[in-house]
């Protein structure tokens, strides 16, 4: 069947560390995939986007990458900080049709101080 | 400018009961999305919105729910009667483009509980 998987529910590091959030794909050919960060009680935020002919995509403290042979996206957050600790989720467009994304379970990652 | 506002942010009702959830997305944004999250399920796709005019509805669970987008402003989303395994967060989104490399803009959702 089709889907998204993102590797953990939850993922837990210290302060300062990287963290590196890993998105898996079956059954897709997407040309984008996003990123979002969602708080509790909110709704999901945009993050970042990268294109399928894009290998890696960076803003401030973040960087994605997307490997379309291993179906795969992986998020990371250098230098991490306690106001990081979110819920993250990875979308796609799953049929390159101008269709609805659909997204991730999402991981919640925990910063400790 | 203002963000996606969604009305109520909660909601409580009984099994039978009719719910309307409002959804007043970026002015200008001619998109406009509901989804669901379901209780430890990923955010999952109900309907689309080009203007007025709906373009997807292929999310919809079934004909208990009814979206309206009249004018093509904000929409609403009806649940008539409410069964139990509607209980979830509605979420409304709206983009200026309808490709998908747009970012979606999220409102706050409507946490809906049916007893």
């Known amino acids: 069947s089709q889907k998204i998987e993102q590797n953990s529910e939850a993922l837990n590091i210290q302060e300062g560390k990287t963290a590196t959030l890993t998105c898996n794909y079956t059954n897709y050919s997407p040309a984008y995939l996003q990123w979002y960060r969602q708080d509790p009680g909110r709704g999901p935020v945009f993050l970042l986007l990268?294109?399928?002919?894009?290998k890696e995509k960076r803003k401030e403290r973040l960087k994605v990458t997307f490997d379309t042979t291993l179906k795969q996206s992986l998020f990371h957050i250098t230098a991490s900080q306690p106001a990081d600790s979110a819920t993250y989720l990875c979308a796609l467009d799953p049929y390159q049709a101008g269709t609805a994304l659909i997204f991730g379970k999402g991981t919640t990652l925990s910063v400790s101080s | 400018e203002a963000g996606v506002t969604q009305f109520p942010s909660h909601s409580v009702i009984e099994k039978g009961q009719t719910v309307t959830l409002r959804c007043d997305p970026i002015?200008?944004?001619?998109?406009l999305y509901w989804y669901r999250r379901v209780m430890g399920k990923e955010i999952k796709f109900l309907l689309h919105?080009?203007?007025?005019?709906?373009?997807?509805e292929s999310g919809m669970p079934n004909n208990r729910f009814l979206a309206e987008r009249t004018g093509g402003t904000y929409s609403t989303l009806k649940v008539q009667p409410a069964e139990l395994e509607d209980s979830g967060v509605y979420f409304c989104?709206?983009?200026?483009?309808?490709?998908?490399?747009?970012?979606?803009?999220f409102g706050n959702g409507t946490r809906l509980t049916v007893t």
């Open positions: 002015s200008g944004h001619d998109n």
């Open positions: 919105f080009v203007k007025e005019s709906k373009q997807d």
């Open positions: 990268i294109r399928e002919n894009e």
């Open positions: 989104a709206s983009s200026q483009t309808r490709t998908t490399n747009s970012p979606l803009h």
